[in-house]
């Protein structure tokens, strides 16, 4: 298939690109490289521009012949959007309007879209399926189900289809080591505490400690990104014209912040610097995925199903790429 995949030098998006590259797909990258790394992607495959030049994207979508369009590029966190909700709203909605709708009028029969457990809120139950309501707390969230509607909607009326995903949180690195997580700033969770425990940050702040939950922290459902990476491609081969997917991707299983520290501890045999904080605005407690839905529809399973061997290959890429990318 001939494949553009915005925001592909991006973290899950270079691990899906390498995945779609190994099944043979004919991959453009579509980049702006803000957050992105060149050294994430084959340089043959890269293309940098940003999605506000929907003119540029216009150009690739007819001159690849574009079949389908998997969509990365987008602002992701929660924090930052809270503080800074008009880039959110641009960058993740107005942006990928154009974007969908020049895909409808060029005929692209495929979108795969990023979607995330942000969209549910302050979940009514746990695990959560994909009947739970979407109530979002955050601007995130919001951009997200807004975009998830407009798809929904577009699939309706035209003879688009569309799988929208919705990612856990994203953790670990390519088994081979050569890709991994790098942002910068770094907001995650378990690249920071591997940082503290590099002794490349003085502590990692727990924010919040008196949270309904077991430990008083936050519990997450990380699931390990070439597993997310492989939802797609399942995806991409399922989509057909004029319907639409919706589907967790998650493990199943939760870890307070608390367990992802000590998880490090062991995994790094380091010690971890630690300073509690208050709650980060947008936090729900506690969310984790039923991903039945996926793995029934599409046979999707997460290979890495405990958080222990997720870290090991995270800190086996902080190990081998000290400054990241180095760019
Ligand atoms: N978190 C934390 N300290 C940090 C960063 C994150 O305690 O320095 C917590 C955060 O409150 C959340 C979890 O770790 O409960 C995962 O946060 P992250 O930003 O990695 O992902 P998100 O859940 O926001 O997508």
Redesign the pocket.
């Given at each position: 298939m001939r494949i553009l995949v915005t925001g592909g030098a991006g973290y899950i998006g270079s691990h899906t690109v390498k995945q779609l590259l190994a099944r043979g797909h004919d991959v453009t990258v579509y980049d702006s490289l803000h957050a992105g790394h060149r050294k994430a992607v084959p340089a043959e495959r890269l293309v940098v521009g940003d999605l506000r030049d929907i003119d540029h994207v216009d150009q690739l979508l007819l001159g690849n012949r574009i079949e389908a369009v998997v969509h990365f590029a987008a602002l992701a966190?929660?924090g930052e959007s809270v503080q800074e909700p008009a880039r959110y709203y641009t960058n993740n909605v107005v942006y990928a309007l154009n974007l969908l709708d020049r895909c409808r009028r060029h005929g692209v029969g495929k979108f795969v879209f990023s979607s995330t457990c942000?969209v549910y809120g302050t979940p009514t139950a746990v695990p959560i399926t994909e009947a739970e309501k979407r109530s979002p707390i955050n601007p995130y969230g919001q951009t997200k189900l807004a975009f998830e509607n407009a798809l929904s909607d577009y699939a309706a009326a035209y003879p688009i289809g569309y799988c929208a995903l919705r990612y856990f949180?994203a953790a670990g690195a390519a088994a081979d080591g050569t890709i991994g997580e790098h942002h910068d700033p770094e907001?995650?969770?378990?690249p920071?505490v591997i940082q503290a425990a590099m002794g490349k940050r003085p502590h990692?702040?727990?924010?919040?400690t008196d949270y309904p939950t077991p430990d008083g922290?936050?519990v997450?459902d990380y699931v390990h990104v070439d597993d997310l990476a492989a939802a797609h491609i399942l995806a991409l081969d399922r989509i057909a014209p004029g319907t639409g997917l919706t589907y967790n991707v998650g493990t199943g299983r939760g870890y307070s912040?608390r367990e992802v520290i000590r998880t490090v501890e062991e995994v790094t045999g380091k010690k971890v610097p630690v300073k509690e904080g208050p709650r980060?605005a947008g936090?729900p407690p506690a969310l984790f995925a039923s991903s039945d839905k996926i793995q029934r529809e599409l046979g999707w399973a997460a290979k890495y199903t405990d958080l222990k061997s997720i870290v090991e290959t995270a800190w086996n890429w902080h190990k081998s790429h000290p400054t990241g990318y180095g760019e």
């Open positions: 966190s929660v942000a949180n907001t995650h969770l378990i920071l990692v702040e727990v924010f919040g922290t936050c997450r912040v980060r936090d």
